[in-house]
């Protein structure tokens, strides 16, 4: 993997003063408890994992981080931000329908349902909607930039993040409890954060 931090491995910290039975807890279910579908349909399912795939590609690893997993039992749980776009309908009909639009626009734009398109064509899928060139009749009153963008995006990339491998591609030391951080001004770090490659 090409990654600034190309031998760094936050979870080496597992017995250090950094991680608390807390910490060490949370993680282990990050890494082993991966949710059964219990929202989605099955095709919703293969559905957003087809979508994921396309906005957070992780072709260098053997084993993707898991994110519809997580979206999936976030959505069972009813757990969100704790607020809603006043145009947006409740965030399990949103992400429903928004589905069923991302497949609808597929169709309309290439003539074939998402999971059926190549990279190229489910690229382009996903850049109208990014650049607003939906239609409006196909999204049952979800605003489809707004979904995609505020919603889908955010929410994939906030679940990536999450996980211990995307922490230690990008150098994070992991919770600041219970250690905290020391160094703090630009450019310094404490001796037990990732080191960049020279």
Same mark, same amino acid.
């Given at each position: 993997?090409? +990654?600034?931090?190309?031998?760094? !491995? %936050?979870?080496?910290?597992?017995?250090?003063?950094?991680?608390?039975?807390?910490?060490?807890?949370?993680?282990?279910?990050?890494? +082993?408890?991966?949710?059964?579908?219990?929202?989605?349909?099955?095709?919703?399912? *293969?559905?957003?994992?087809? %979508? %994921?795939?396309?906005?957070?590609?992780?072709?260098?690893?053997?084993?993707?981080?898991?994110?519809?997993? #997580?979206?999936?039992?976030?959505?069972? @749980?009813?757990?969100?931000?704790?607020?809603?776009?006043?145009?947006?309908?409740?965030?399990?009909?949103?992400?429903? @329908?928004?589905?069923?639009?991302?497949?609808?626009? =597929?169709?309309?734009?290439?003539?074939?349902?998402?999971?059926?398109? !190549?990279?190229?064509?489910?690229?382009? $899928?996903?850049? =109208?909607?990014?650049?607003?060139? =939906?239609?409006?009749?196909?999204?049952?009153?979800?605003?489809?930039?707004?979904?995609?963008?505020?919603?889908? $995006?955010?929410?994939?990339?906030?679940?990536?993040?999450?996980?211990?491998?995307?922490?230690?591609?990008?150098?994070?030391?992991?919770?600041?409890?219970?250690?905290?951080? $020391?160094?703090?001004?630009?450019?310094?770090?404490?001796? #037990?954060?990732?080191?960049?490659? *020279?």
């Amino acid at each position: 993997m090409n +990654t600034p931090y190309p031998n760094y !491995d %936050v979870l080496a910290k597992w017995n250090s003063p950094s991680f608390d039975d807390q910490t060490r807890s949370v993680l282990s279910q990050r890494l +082993t408890a991966i949710p059964e579908r219990r929202f989605f349909t099955a095709a919703e399912w *293969a559905l957003l994992e087809a %979508v %994921v795939a396309r906005v957070l590609p992780q072709p260098e690893r053997a084993e993707p981080i898991p994110i519809t997993p #997580w979206i999936d039992d976030m959505l069972h @749980r009813r757990r969100g931000e704790g607020f809603r776009h006043d145009n947006m309908p409740p965030m399990p009909a949103a992400w429903c @329908r928004g589905l069923a639009a991302i497949d609808a626009e =597929a169709m309309r734009l290439r003539g074939a349902g998402f999971r059926e398109l !190549d990279n190229e064509g489910a690229d382009a $899928v996903l850049a =109208a909607l990014a650049n607003d060139e =939906a239609d409006p009749a196909l999204w049952q009153g979800v605003p489809a930039q707004r979904f995609f963008i505020d919603i889908l $995006v955010k929410t994939i990339a906030g679940v990536y993040y999450s996980h211990p491998a995307a922490w230690s591609e990008i150098g994070f030391g992991g919770p600041a409890s219970p250690r905290g951080y $020391v160094r703090l001004g630009f450019d310094e770090r404490d001796p #037990w954060e990732g080191r960049e490659r *020279a």
